[in-house]
């Protein structure tokens, strides 16, 4: 139900988006939560759903679309319990001129400006600002400081299609990306007892650069490299990666929107719940 919300709060977020999309999976995602509400679920999770469906139907209403259907059963679920519907879910409008101003803020305003982006602009991208960005994230920590990072960054459009492609995960939006970064770790530096650590270096890496572009105002999304070995293994040979080498994310990066974009809110929930204090 979480990824299902998510990809029709994604879908709003991308530039060239189809009028009407998602219906089937916003009404059988409906109907999943009016049973997860039989068996006691939680309230407050179906709430921040419901906001994503909310927005989802508005948006693709003033698109032209008919969403009577959708409405129809959301209005059955939200009549039987008294969820806490926010109208401010799925997407936000955001501003390149706004979030330029925090780029050179204090890390609390600068981290809390950084989106997923799903709509990118035409302007040509600055290869020196990917390096530089790279060169912010030499200081990343690594278990023993084996920093086994290997960074493949792919600008040739047909190398970068073809990855995104058999990533799989940016469809609609993957010809706006002017640059795919892919971070694999070498598995070579890590004995057989800390298989997982080579994912928590590159786990560190991968966010570090993050920060690190969007601090150069560059617009950036990470693309889930969790596939089947089957998967992994064609990755690897169709982007000639090394055998010792795992993909641990991909990272498409362009230019940003003049003006306004919509990018999904992606809603967090409050630290106390997932933090004990001892
Ligand atoms: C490991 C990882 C894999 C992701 N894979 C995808 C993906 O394949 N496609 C996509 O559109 N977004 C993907 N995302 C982006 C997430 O949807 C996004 O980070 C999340 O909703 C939080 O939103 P934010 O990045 O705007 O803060 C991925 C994010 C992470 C961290």
């Known amino acids: 139900m ?12 991308i530039g060239r988006v189809k009028v009407g999309f998602g219906k089937n999976k ?22 921040n759903v419901c906001s994503i469906l909310l927005s989802y139907i508005k948006f693709n209403e003033e698109l032209g679309a ?9 209005d059955e679920l939200s009549s039987i319990y008294p969820l806490s519907v926010s109208p401010n879910g799925g997407v936000l409008v955001q501003s390149d001129l706004e ?12 981290s809390q400006s950084r989106f997923s982006i799903r ?14 960005s790279l060169k912010l994230c030499e200081r990343t920590p690594s278990a023993c400081n084996r920093q086994s990072w290997r960074i493949h960054v792919y600008t040739d459009k047909n190398e970068r299609e073809k990855l995104f492609s058999l990533q799989g995960g940016c469809k609609g939006f993957f010809e706006e990306m002017q640059c795919a970064i892919l971070i694999c770790g070498d598995m070579s530096l890590y004995n057989i007892n800390e298989i997982h650590q080579v994912y928590v270096d590159g786990g560190l890496y991968a966010m570090n650069l993050l920060y690190a572009l969007h601090y150069h105002g560059l617009a950036t ?47 967090r929930y409050d630290f106390n719940k997932y933090t004990t204090f001892q």
């Open 2 to 13: 979480m990824i299902a919300a998510h990809s029709l709060e994604k879908g709003m977020s």
């Open 26 to 47: 916003a009404l059988a995602l409906i109907e999943d939560l009016k049973y997860y509400m039989t068996i006691g679920g939680d309230i407050s999770f179906v709430g």
């Open 66 to 74: 008919d969403m009577s259907d959708v409405k129809f059963s959301l």
């Open 99 to 110: 979030i330029k101003k925090t780029l050179d803020s204090s890390f609390d305003i600068f």
């Open 119 to 132: 709509d990118f602009g035409n302007d040509p991208l600055n290869l020196e600002l990917v390096k530089k």
């Open 221 to 267: 999304i990470p693309l889930t490299m969790g596939h089947k070995a089957r998967k992994i293994k064609d990755i690897k040979r169709s982007m000639s990666i090394g055998d010792q080498e795992v993909p641990i994310l991909l990272i498409g990066v362009g230019t940003c929107k003049h003006g306004t974009y919509r990018v999904a809110v992606s809603h």
